[in-house]
Structures are given as structure tokens and as C-alpha cells.
């Protein structure tokens, strides 16, 4: 049989779309297994271990074991009812059996203390300041509750060691707590409300009410948060601030030299002016946080 040039065009077209069709199935196919796999993943992180949880000393040998923070509703249901929404809620346990053990990251394995009806208390209680001594200046033979942030330093080593610098909060000495500033069981880990520019503020102004105002004058980079200015655990610096002296203001305030004459601001500054010291100690930008009379932060 003999095919006519119409038949011929025909079968090519045929061939074409056949191999176009094959070529997107191919790629449909390899784009599905993206979106299938993203899928996957994205469901997997939500049981991922976070932290590995640490081994309570002599806990393990009374048979004391990790059991899951629904558990603890039972007894703690106002608590529990909160800690959904906590950042700490995300700590689980490690292993294809993973639970949810955010309240027992802190408090140690509860079996024991569950299965008691809350007789046994948790390997992990807390209280405020420092372990207590004797006269002599040991340790008691029956240990206290440990101090909180003694936990809290557990997976927090580097905030551990911003709290032995010269110039840091009160932790150290018991006159201050982690919890004093972070909320554990409840919202964002920062009282203040997490990021947002002005509540990040709020944590200190409940100790550092004078520094909130409001200014006639205020110091803009209050509006940028504390913590442009003053770390939030520990500094080499004294007052916590973030750097050493004039360093810090030079931060915002750019230097300019015209004709000899060092400008900050536009506002000419002597050389002799700023071997003085700081900004803020050789009586000039005393009111560093604002000023109820001078746009320069005089006074």
C-alpha cells in the first residue's frame, strides 16, 4: 500500500507529539518526586530530635524513664494547656520511637513521679539562687533543689559563660533568674514578646523603668532595642555595653574631617574634647537613653 505525502505528515506528527508527551511525562514524573519528597521531609521535621536529652544521674538505676509531656496534663493541666505554644514544647526525644518531651528536657525522666501520683518528686526541681552551705563553707550532705539556671546551662553552655565575664546581670550571685527574663513554660522563650522591635524592650524596662521615658528628646537607637547598645547576659565592657568607649557611638555617628576640624553630626568636636573619655563621661552626651531639654542629649 503506498502512503500519500498527507499520510507521511501524519505519522511525524504522530512521532512528535508522542515524543513530547514522553518527554514531559518524564518530567511531571521527576517533579512529583520533588513535591512528594518536600513533603516528606517537611512532615519529618516536625518529629525531629531537637536536642538530645540528657541522662539524669541515678534516675536510670530506679527505673526512671522519659514518658511524654501528655502525660504530665493529667496532674498540670493549666501548665500543660500553655506549653503547647512554648519554644521549649519542641524538645523530643531522639530514636524512631520519638515522644514529646518538653517538660521533661527540664525536669528529668517523670515515670517515677507519674506513676506515684506526684509522691516522688522529679529528678529535677528548681529554686532561686545558690545552693545552700554549711558554716564551714560545704556543701550540705542532703542536696537542695538546684538552682535554675543551673538546667538552663545544660544546653545553654555559652550563656554560661557570658554570666562569668566582668559586667554581667545578677544570675551568678541569685539576686536574678533565667526565668526572670524567659518564660519556659508559655509563648516565646523572651517575655517580652519574641522580636518585635519595642516589646523587646519590655523585659528591661521592668527593671530599668527610669530608661523608658517617655524623652522630649529621645535617643533613636532606643527604638532599635536595648541590645543595640547593651548585651543581654554579659560584656567585658562596663554597663554591658557592646563596645569599649566612644567606639560604640561611632557606630551611628560618622566621623567627617573639613579643614582640620572633626565633625560628628555636623557639630565640630575638638581633638582635645575627645581624648576626654567617652561620649558620655566628659560632660557632654550625659543623657544617653533622652533628654527632656537638649536635642543633643546634654543633659
Not at 505519522?11 to 508522542?18: A, D, S, T
Not at 496534663?73 to 514544647?89: P, R
Not at 556543701?139 to 535554675?148: G, Q, S, Y
Not at 547576659?233 to 560618622?254: E, I, P, Q, Y
Request: proline share 5%; charged share 15%.
Amino acid at each position: 500500500m503506498r502512503l500519500t505525502t498527507e499520510d507521511l505528515m501524519t505519522n511525524r506528527n504522530f512521532r512528535i507529539v508522542g515524543k513530547l508527551a514522553a518527554r514531559w511525562g518524564r518530567w511531571l514524573a521527576v517533579g512529583a518526586g520533588i513535591i512528594l519528597f518536600l513533603a516528606v521531609t517537611s512532615c519529618r521535621t516536625v518529629n525531629r530530635s531537637v536536642v538530645v536529652l540528657p541522662n539524669v544521674p541515678g534516675t536510670n538505676a530506679l527505673g526512671a524513664k522519659y514518658i511524654g509531656s501528655k502525660e504530665c496534663e493529667q496532674c498540670h493541666e493549666e501548665i500543660y494547656k500553655n506549653f503547647v505554644t512554648a519554644d521549649h514544647a519542641r524538645l523530643i526525644t531522639e530514636g524512631p520511637n520519638a515522644i514529646n518531651a518538653g517538660c521533661e528536657s527540664c525536669h528529668g525522666p517523670a515515670s517515677l513521679h507519674s506513676d506515684s501520683g506526684g509522691e516522688v518528686k522529679p529528678p529535677y526541681s528548681f529554686s532561686s539562687g545558690r545552693p545552700r552551705t554549711s558554716s564551714y563553707g560545704g556543701r550540705l550532705a542532703v542536696e537542695p533543689a538546684r538552682a535554675t539556671e543551673t538546667v538552663c546551662y545544660q544546653c545553654h553552655g555559652d550563656v554560661r559563660g557570658q554570666f562569668s565575664l566582668p559586667s554581667h546581670h545578677p544570675v551568678p550571685e541569685g539576686k536574678m533568674s533565667c526565668s526572670d527574663c524567659h518564660s519556659p513554660h508559655k509563648g516565646s522563650v523572651h517575655v517580652g514578646g519574641g522580636t518585635a522591635l519595642l516589646s523587646e524592650n519590655e523585659s528591661c524596662f521592668r527593671c530599668h523603668s527610669a530608661q523608658r521615658g517617655p524623652y522630649v528628646f529621645e535617643h533613636e537607637a532606643s527604638r532599635e532595642g536595648c541590645t543595640v547598645c547593651h548585651t543581654v547576659h554579659g560584656s567585658v565592657n562596663a554597663k554591658m555595653l557592646t563596645a569599649r568607649d566612644a567606639n560604640l557611638c561611632f557606630k551611628c555617628h560618622f566621623q567627617q574631617v573639613q579643614g582640620g576640624t572633626i565633625l560628628f553630626g555636623g557639630a565640630p568636636h575638638s581633638t582635645a574634647r575627645l581624648a576626654q573619655g567617652t561620649c558620655w563621661t566628659a560632660g557632654c552626651h550625659e543623657a544617653v537613653h533622652g533628654s527632656r531639654v537638649s536635642s543633643s542629649l546634654r543633659f
